[in-house]
């Protein structure tokens, strides 16, 4: 029962954290610093995969793989947003 606890507060954890990085970015600077978000979500899907990784319950691999296709998704649409931001400024 405490490693499921321990999985679903670092589930939590991980959610709230990238909530409230990329909800901080302001408008002007969202190109710029789209790397570091993306970087952040990265390190969610990291910490899902290990999660997943040494889950031992059922429920807690549920979560784990749900952290890392929510991680996963984040991850590409950001690099998505950014690629497309970034050829809006290329010339030609």
């Given amino acids: ?4 606890l ?10 709230l954290a990238g909530k409230e990085v990329i909800s901080k ?21 990291i910490g899902a995969l290990i999660v997943t990784g040494v889950a031992e319950t059922p429920v807690v691999r549920w979560l784990g793989a749900a952290g890392i296709v929510m991680a996963t998704i984040n991850v590409v649409g950001g690099f998505m947003v950014t690629d497309r931001m970034l050829r809006m400024f290329k010339k030609g």
């Avoid at 029962?1 to 499921?4: A, T």
């Avoid at 970015?25 to 899907?45: C, D, E, F, K, Q």
Wanted: charged share 5%; hydrophobic share 55%; net charge negative.
């Fill in 25 to 45: 970015v302001p408008p002007t600077l969202h190109t710029p610093l789209m790397s570091g978000a993306n970087a952040i979500s990265g390190i969610a899907v």
């Fill in 1 to 4: 029962m405490s490693e499921m």
């Fill in 6 to 15: 321990i999985g679903l507060y670092v589930f939590v954890l991980a959610t």
